[in-house]
């Protein structure tokens, strides 16, 4: 199916007035729009940069039960995401693939073997036995089997265990462009700059088109801020006195999570392994992606800005330090990072306290008619949506209706078999990898990616030697997935910049040549675009030098979140503070 154009939607924006306006288009705001539109429902929303360039391209990239929450008792989140987590595998098992996760145990570990088997006996049932598979323990032999490069000192057991991985920016696209092809009226790199509610008589919300700077209004009768981490800054949007009354305290506590990614090579994991930090009793990850391993995350609230938040060195020693405890030959030093980058979790602050915050989801609406919607996860996005949209609805005084989502697969994810896609677009292409890339990628849409792939003399380019990506895929992404700068291409349709030390840059002008081809761009406009990618680079990827500001006030901690520690000299696992979670 054709994606309309972005100045067709662009054109939508302001030709009616919505029922919903949706402000972010995060993982949480794209899911909304969907739901909104699969219900029917007249739908917009704007988002000032690229979809999922916020928290929802920075995540760990896990579709998960969270077995972590299982130590502070949130079992309903468990069970919630759990079943999410199964409905994704089946409404997009392009973009949701299962991973096995293996979890060491060691002598003297904060959660000895006993308690492991346990919380994963409790992980299976939560997940109603659904899952991919059930847990089983590991001895010492079979753990070292499987993860040969792990510490073997002290090696007790362990447990194999399931949950999923995804592409974080892929499906939060995924979301938008089902989103757009269900009605919805979605606009990247269009902000929101002000909030003028009418009470009883809907709003009028001014938006500022950023890479041309025209600015024009959207009308709608309910407002939804799904600006994740910016919730706090969208609603000072709205300014009036009694806004300001209303608004007074954060609607989101920030949590800030880096992770760094070394060579696959150099940290050779065959599953995906789960790790009980020697530093402060954090639980970790090592994920492998492709040819990358990714360690992750730490947790810590922050009061940082989104705009700029970047992993600092202190950070990145403590995650280095915890992957050079557990793979003791591997000796990773600050040259094996290919790239480090950081997020911040949108925390809902519930309503008992202003000074805890919670993985769950809140929605609360303000009496001048902003719908705000903080927490959740990736995983549980679908879910968030659904009880935004009711929400709104019964604000609306409309009948609420159950939401298609749990039924509709997610653009790409209509596939019998992916494994039946892969050899077919082998078939067609000649090539595995390239073939298990695209259907990854755009799942039932591969046919469509690989004929502009063979097409004309270039489609087949690589734009780097080591990875799938071709010139081919990069028109497709113009023409069809609303990419309109270097970075929505080399950043969030193909993961480029995350998987080499250069963040992209050897692909830059072959890339700028083509868009500017096809979207029209003088010569001093591809300057310009190139330009701006360096800046976008430098903002996500920098590593900072510390900042002793950036710790977490006691007073100001999320559950389970602990302030950032310097890293000592790695010591075995024990009791130590609880860990906090993704
Ligand atoms: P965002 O993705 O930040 O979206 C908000 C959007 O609003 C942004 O794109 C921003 O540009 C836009 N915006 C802001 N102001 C305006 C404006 N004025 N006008 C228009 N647009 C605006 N969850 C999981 O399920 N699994 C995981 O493995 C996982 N790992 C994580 C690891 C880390 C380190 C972190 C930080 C989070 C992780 N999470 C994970 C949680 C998950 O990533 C987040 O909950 C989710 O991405 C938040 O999405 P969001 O849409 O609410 O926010």
């Not at 509610?197 to 919300?205: E, I, K």
């Not at 990850?285 to 992750?296: D, M, Q, S």
């Amino acid at each position: 199916m054709e994606t309309p154009t972005r100045s067709g939607l662009l054109g939508a924006l302001v030709a009616r007035e919505f029922d919903l306006l949706v402000i972010g288009g995060g993982i949480t705001g794209c899911a909304i729009a969907r739901d909104a539109a699969l219900r029917g429902i007249p739908v917009a929303l704007v988002e000032k940069d690229d979809f999922g360039s916020g928290t929802s391209s920075r995540s760990s990239r896990l579709i998960h039960g969270g077995v972590r929450y299982l130590e502070y008792g949130q079992l309903r989140l468990v069970f919630e995401a759990s079943a999410e987590r199964r409905l994704l595998l089946r409404l997009a098992p392009h973009l949701v693939r299962p991973l096995e996760f293996v979890w060491p145990v060691y002598k003297g570990a904060r959660i000895p073997r006993w308690k492991l088997a346990a919380g994963l006996t409790l992980y299976d049932w939560l997940a109603l036995f659904r899952n991919i598979d059930r847990h089983h323990r590991l001895s010492p032999r079979e753990v070292v089997a499987v993860e040969p490069a792990l510490r073997s000192e002290g090696l007790l057991g362990g447990a194999r265990y399931y949950d999923a991985a995804t592409d974080d920016a892929r499906l939060t696209l995924a979301n938008a462009i089902g989103a757009i092809r269900a009605g919805a009226a979605l606009a990247n790199h269009t902000a929101a700059t002000r909030l003028d509610m009418r009470s009883g008589a809907g709003a009028v919300v001014s938006v500022r088109e950023m890479l041309d700077r025209q600015e024009f209004d959207v009308r709608a009768k309910v407002v939804v801020n799904a600006a994740g981490p910016w919730s706090d800054d969208v609603r000072a949007l709205e300014r009036s006195d009694a806004a300001a009354a209303v608004h007074s305290g954060a609607a989101v506590h920030g949590s800030k999570g880096s992770h760094i990614a070394v060579p696959r090579v150099r940290l050779p994991t065959h599953d995906a392994v789960t790790l009980i930090s020697p530093i402060d009793g954090r639980v970790l990850f090592a994920l492998p992606a492709g040819e990358l391993t990714i360690v992750g995350t730490t947790d810590h609230y922050t009061r940082q800005s989104a705009d700029t938040v970047c992993a600092s060195e202190r950070e990145v020693a403590y995650l280095l330090e915890a992957a050079n405890y557990f793979f003791p030959g591997r000796a990773l030093g600050r040259d094996d990072v290919v790239a480090a980058w950081a997020g911040i979790r949108p925390l809902a602050v519930t309503k008992q306290s202003s000074v805890t915050a919670s993985r769950e989801h809140s929605i609360a609406t303000s009496p001048s008619g902003v719908v705000t919607v903080t927490g959740g996860k990736l995983t549980t996005a679908r879910r968030m949506a659904a009880d935004v949209v009711d929400h709104a609805l019964e604000h609306l005084g409309r009948p609420v209706r159950r939401t298609p989502t749990a039924n509709t697969p997610l653009p790409g994810g209509d596939l019998e078999s992916v494994a039946r896609a892969e050899s077919e677009a082998t078939a067609v292409l000649g090539d595995p990898a390239l073939a298990r890339h695209l259907v990854a990628a755009h799942g039932s849409a591969w046919r469509v990616v690989a004929g502009d792939i063979q097409r004309g003399d270039d489609g087949g380019q690589r734009l780097h030697p080591a990875f799938p990506y071709t010139l081919g895929e990069v028109r497709y992404s113009i023409r069809s997935e609303l990419a309109c700068t270097l970075g929505d291409i080399l950043i969030r349709r193909t993961r480029l910049a995350f998987e080499t030390p250069d963040h992209a840059g050897s692909a830059v002008p072959r890339v700028a040549r083509t868009m500017a081809t096809l979207l029209g761009w003088s010569d001093a406009r591809r300057q310009a675009e190139m330009t701006a990618f360096d800046e976008e680079i430098r903002r996500i990827f920098s590593i900072e030098a510390s900042q002793p500001s950036d710790d977490a006030t006691p007073a100001g901690l999320a559950p389970g979140a602990t302030p950032f520690r310097e890293s000592s000299s790695a010591r075995p696992p024990r009791d130590s503070a609880p860990p906090p979670a993704t």
